[in-house]
Each structure stands twice: as structure tokens, then as C-alpha cells.
């Protein structure tokens, strides 16, 4: 439904006149004094506040990732404050509602309750494929946002594009889809329909393939009006300038590519022997850089792992995801840890 994607913002954010900062208000010029700002003048490497608009980080993001600057929103805070914003902008408090698949990241439904926005739940069908059909009948007129996170956190899977996009079609409200795991997979990350598509926002992270985490830089990508959106509410130094700094050395001089092809190598080379242990029930297909295994006996596992100092995600209690630990791929020497432990305790 190619409304306006501006039609879903709430008023009171559509009217809203963002606050400026010192910075916002220089507009350049060959400055070599700064009394603007009250801060101090001595050089300590951090006493000067950061670019508000983080002009040079999305720069290299947007030649990344194959969009362009205005289309960037990031977050000193990871995703989750994407995930916040998309509430605040978009969802009435005690009004809106919003839609989600299940089980799903956990952190959309606790903003959804901070926001005071109620959480529709859609049960993935049981081979967790997206239930498209369930998901649009879930909706009503005060639906604003439909959560849709490729590949799925805790399920692995990633969902087919046409799928999407078809959501993206019949929903009348925004998409939003997490792709936190989208490098480790070998479906296409949706960021090239979002020309076509302005009511569709891409989250990205560099917390997981690219071993940042704790830096806490998260990404937004949207149409140019919705991504102003993201500027206008932001807090206005929301991305510190050290990390600035460091994603961008980052992104610049890392590759990658080799280590995602380790993490996808070691997730089929455990996959496959996971599956021929007897404690082990079955391993579901993974698009990430984990495994969800479902196990005969996952609370004594997952105590005997922790026993013997490796920490996995219990995740038994989860609908749909009974009897299931997701475990992280780890590097070749952490995994082997993992097997042997597995066949130790399958042994005793
Ligand atoms: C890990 C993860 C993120 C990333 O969170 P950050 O706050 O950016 O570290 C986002 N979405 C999902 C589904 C995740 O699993």
C-alpha cells in the first residue's frame, strides 16, 4: 500500500521543531576558535562534542551498504535504539498497536511495553516458515508497525524476500526488518527495495558479523522522509565520538569476509555432528551465526555446559521452541570445546 509513509507518523512528531544544537547552528567556515558550545577548552581528545549527524560515519556506511547518506539513521545504543525511536515515531501510546511474529528478539515487545503500545504476537507456522496470510488478518486500522526480523533471532531462519515484500505490499503501516544476521546469510539483505518501498525500515547492526558489540552501533535504513524522521527525534548527540571514530577505522580497514566464512563453515561442521548425537533431538536450518538445537534433555545440558564453564542461551520454555538451546558459533577451538563436552556428558 504505497501511502505516504509520512501518514504514519504520529502528529505530534510530524510537528515537532528538533531541537538545535551549537553545531547545528555553524555552518561552516575556516573556525579556529570555539566558544560556542561551553565546553572545555583543553584538549583532552574528548572535550569536544561529536558531529550530531554523524556526517563522516554515514558517509562510509552508505558506501557499505549501497544507499545513500540520507537514508542512514545510527544509534549509540545498538539497535534497541532504533527499536525505541520506531515506537516514539510511529505508535500512540495507549492507542497504536503493532504486530510481530513469535517467538521473536525479545527487546520489541519490552519497548513495546515502556512505549504503552500493545504487542500482537503471530506464531511462526511449526516449520517456522512466516504465516504471511495470519500476520495481515492480525492487523487492524490502529496497526503501525509490523515486526519482521530476517534471519530470526531465536528461530535462525531467514524468511524469503517475496514473502516480505508482500507484507510490505498489503500492510497498510511500516515493515520494519531486523536483519541483525543478515552477513550470514545467503538470502539478499532487503536494502535494495527500500526505493520501491517506503513504507519498509532495514535494521542493521555491527554488534554481530562485525564484532563490534561493544561499541553499540545500530542501524536504520529508510526513505530519505522516514530517515528524517530518525534525525528529528534522536537524541541529539546520541553516537559518542570515540565510537564514531572506531566504526569508521573499522570499516575501513577490516575484512570481514573470511570471518563469516569461518562462522558459516563451523555452523554447518557442528550442525552435522550435532545431529548425529543421541541427546540431540534435531537442529534447525540456520541463516545465522548460531544454532538452535533442540535436545532431549535441555535443562541437564545446559547445567553440565555451564559446569564446566560454557555459557549457551536456554531457550526451552520458548512456544514453538520447546526443548531448544541456542548456542553461538564460536571460533573452530571453542566449538571443538562444545563437542567434546556434548559427547562427555552423552557418555556418563
Ligand atoms: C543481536 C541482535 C540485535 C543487535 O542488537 P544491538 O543492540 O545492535 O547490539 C538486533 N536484533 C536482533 C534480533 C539481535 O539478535
Redesign the pocket.
Known sequence: MMKNPLDYVRPNILALAPYSTARDDFKGGDISVWLDANESPYDNGVNRYPDPHQHQLKHHIAELKGVRPEQIFVGGA???EAIDLVYRIFCRPGVDNVVAIAPS?GVYSVAAAINDVEYREVQLRSDFSLPVNRLLKATDSHTKVMWI?SPN?PTANAFPRADIARLAEAFDGIVVV?E??IDFSDRGSMLDILDNYPNVIV?Q?F??AWGM?SL?L?MAFACEEIAAVFAKVKYPYNVNGPTQQAVIRHIVNDDISRQVKEIKQERAMLADILRQLPIVREVLPSDANFLLVRFVAPGAVYDYLVDNGVIVRNRSHLIACEGCLRLTVGTPEENRQLITLLRQYQSQ
Open positions: 545498538g539497535s534497541d528478539y526480523c533471532n531486523d541483525a544476521y535494521m547492526t554488534s554481530k558489540a553499540r545500530g
